[in-house]
């Protein structure tokens, strides 16, 4: 028996094929069936480049417009869950309130889809500073650091507010806050890179975290990971 991290209930874990034969512990059920079925996934009905609901043509009307913004150049994403009443209560406890044991909840949502991403590096969208040092941790991070390797390639300047504090024009106004690392040391050209967020809503922020890394690789393969949207 185990206790709920979300409802703090007693439960029986389901064990699924992938966790008999994974060494992850973060495969494992963390949460009871009740509250799991308050995360709804995604439909298969979905936007075949950003995994967004379709509301008449594929692909939908944003990443239309990411179409035209960059010439063409738009960016795969690949995402788990809709961001409904469940995600929105996980996230602010997580985010907002700095319930750093949470990371496990979002670990096992998303663990069985990341593992059939393959990439050469696997690179997290960093935390402002400032709001890592008011959490004391970065939430992307560590979300998914044991359950790939993670490269920091970019950094994250600060003075930009938060996301999820900002409406949908707001957010895509934001002005570029990613750069890369004074050094790399390595060449990223034709290299498979994934992007790796927690929630996708207009794409602007990972949008931005592809422009700092294409701005000096520009052949890299860059896709993106969130665990909803």
Not at 107 to 126: G, H, I, R, T
Not at 215 to 221: G, L, S, V, Y
Request: aromatic share 14%; net charge positive; with cysteine.
């Amino acid at each position: 028996m185990k206790y709920c991290l979300l409802c703090g209930q007693k439960f029986l874990p389901q064990t699924s094929f992938l966790q008999l034969f994974s060494w992850r512990k973060k495969s494992e059920q963390c949460i009871c069936n009740r509250c799991l079925a308050r995360f709804e996934r995604l439909p298969s009905k979905r936007c075949s480049l950003c995994s967004g609901r379709l509301l008449d043509g594929d692909p939908c009307a944003d990443c239309q417009k990411w179409s035209q913004h960059y010439l063409g150049n738009v960016m795969k994403h690949h995402a788990v869950f809709q961001y409904n009443d469940a995600f929105h209560d996980l996230m602010v406890s997580y985010k907002r309130y700095g319930d750093y044991i949470l990371c496990e909840v979002l670990q096992f949502l998303c663990y069985a889809e990341l593992s059939k991403l393959k990439a050469d590096f696997y690179v997290p969208l960093p935390t402002a500073p400032e709001h890592q040092a008011k959490r004391q941790f970065d939430t992307i991070s560590a979300i998914y650091r044991p359950l790939v390797p993670l490269s920091f390639f970019l950094i994250k300047r600060d003075g930009f507010g938060a996301q999820g504090e900002k409406t949908r024009t707001d957010r895509l106004k934001t002005k570029q806050s990613f750069a890369l690392r004074q050094y790399i040391g390595l060449d990223l050209n034709f290299k498979k890179i994934l992007l790796l967020d927690d929630i996708y809503t207009t794409g602007r922020t990972l949008y931005h975290a592809r422009d700092a890394l294409q701005n000096k690789f520009p052949q890299a393969q860059i896709s993106s990971f969130s665990v909803c949207r």
